[in-house]
């Protein structure tokens, strides 16, 4: 039986052995039936190209170790994309001034999508403006399409700093984990005079906090220590991740992010809004159908902690929930037969880091990625430092039973979540706790992350 280096030579010799130096015609004179050659000599040569062939796969080998592929993963939101800018100022070319005025524009469109959210939620959660005047800021501001281009005219310039400056404005942003906001929202609308002034120029923090949902997949290439790395983005969101599987050849490592921030959050992609009361009614029905064990109990746990004020967003299957409530009366099974149907209209009740975790279960266990480092980011850390002290990872997830305002013991548990996750004992999970917004402390992850992803190297050929 052929293995797999006898193929590879054999390969070489098919096509002429034109990689080593040798054209068609040598290949034919030394491996053709004998004509004045002795066996000793033909044995001689043949022992001689096959040293040479296994210098170039050597050779070959060495240089397929000096490029390194590292797959970002991980589910929309979490830090990727920012994750491979960081990369591009720490260890690339950075950002020049008309590649930074280039990012004004979404700078913009960020700063109106924020408002613009927020004034829908005003209106969902029933939140009073301070001042009755504004209302006629919020038709302004929702009338700005965000396909166009977007500009800061003097009149939206007022507009958003009047809400911004408004109690309810300020009221409703508090409740944020209530409806989907951005998490450089409050970043960009702090800075907002800055950012107004005529002759912006966005700031490298600016660009690193631009939020656009990543669509396809990109590609990132810099070189460290004469070592090619080459970083590839997919988008987190669930549409994007059939794509994924064309990322997947010839990867070393996967970089795998989660965002710490999101232990009280919903998921949201796709979504249309219903309003407060077909809420309320739609989280009975699915607390009755949970009671008669139909659905899966691991979304029971969000929904009974979920507020009746949430701002739900859901796929439009809202006409379902009669049919459901009619049938009550069937047998189990037809019962059944027609909660699948609803299974889509419950999809909005899913915790975005269960979202995360569930992802990561899928990701670290996968039969493909057994020979691959995995490494964990549990992003956002400074947004949990800040969360943590009103909102408490135990109303969420009842197995922690560590000082609810504690940040480093929340972190730690969600970090032993992942770790259980990875029913491979033998293959460790390299974690980092990390900020993607703060370039210094990248930096110093990154070099960590380097030496673990060479030295897996080195053990694959056995160099260690």
Not at 276 to 285: A, F, G, P, R, V
Request: with cysteine; hydrophobic share 40%; aromatic share 10%.
């Amino acid at each position: 039986m052929k293995t797999s280096t006898d193929m590879k030579k054999m390969n070489y010799i098919w096509k002429g052995l034109t990689r080593t130096g040798f054209d068609g015609e040598y290949w034919w004179a030394t491996y053709a039936p004998p004509r004045r050659v002795t066996a000793v000599k033909e044995s001689r040569e043949q022992q001689r190209i096959s040293r040479e062939i296994e210098r170039q796969l050597h050779k070959d080998k060495s240089a397929g170790r000096k490029e390194v592929k590292l797959l970002l993963l991980g589910t929309g939101e979490s830090g990727k994309s920012t994750f491979v800018k960081q990369m591009r100022i720490i260890h690339g070319a950075g950002y020049t001034d008309m590649e930074k005025y280039a990012f004004k524009t979404l700078v913009y469109q960020n700063i109106f999508l924020a408002m613009q959210t927020m004034c829908d939620a005003l209106c969902a959660l029933s939140i009073e403006l301070e001042y009755p005047v504004n209302q006629e800021n919020i038709e302004l501001i929702i009338k700005v399409d965000l396909e166009d281009s977007v500009e800061l005219t003097p009149e939206r310039i007022n507009a958003i700093r009047q809400l911004w400056a408004d109690q309810g404005m300020k009221e409703c942003f508090e409740r944020r984990r209530e409806f989907q906001l951005s998490d450089s929202s409050k970043y960009y609308l702090n800075n907002f005079d800055r950012i107004a002034d005529p002759d912006y120029l966005p700031s490298l923090q600016d660009i690193l906090r631009v939020r656009v949902p990543t669509t396809g997949i990109i590609e990132y290439p810099f070189n460290l220590d004469s070592t090619v790395f080459r970083i590839v983005d997919v988008g987190g969101q669930r549409s994007e991740r059939r794509k994924w599987i064309h990322s997947f050849e010839s990867v070393t490592s996967i970089i795998f992010l989660s965002a710490l921030n999101e232990y009280d959050q919903v998921l949201v992609e796709n979504k249309n809004e219903i309003d407060s009361n077909n809420c309320h009614i739609l989280m009975k029905i699915f607390k009755a159908n949970l009671k008669e064990n139909i659905y899966s109990l691991s979304h029971a746990k969000f929904v009974q902690i979920i507020t009746n004020h949430v701002l739900v967003i859901v796929p439009n299957y809202t006409i379902i929930a009669n049919d459901i409530t009619a049938d009550k009366r069937n047998s189990l099974t037809q019962l059944k037969m027609k909660f699948s149907m609803y299974l889509p209209l419950t999809s909005w009740i899913i915790n975005r880091m269960e979202e995360s975790l569930l992802l990561f279960k899928t990701i670290v266990n996968y039969e493909c990625f057994q020979s691959l480092s995995i490494i964990l980011f549990l992003n956002k850390k400074d947004i949990l430092e800040e969360k943590i002290q009103y909102s408490h990872l135990v109303d969420y997830f009842p197995k922690f039973t560590g000082p609810k305002n504690d940040a480093i013991a929340a972190r730690n548990f969600i970090l032993k979540m992942y770790q259980e996750l990875n029913l491979n004992s033998g293959r460790p999970i390299y974690s980092h706790f990390t900020c993607a917004t703060d370039t210094e402390n990248i930096r110093v992850v990154f070099v960590a992350v380097k030496d673990t992803i060479l030295q897996t190297n080195l053990k694959e050929f056995n160099l260690v």
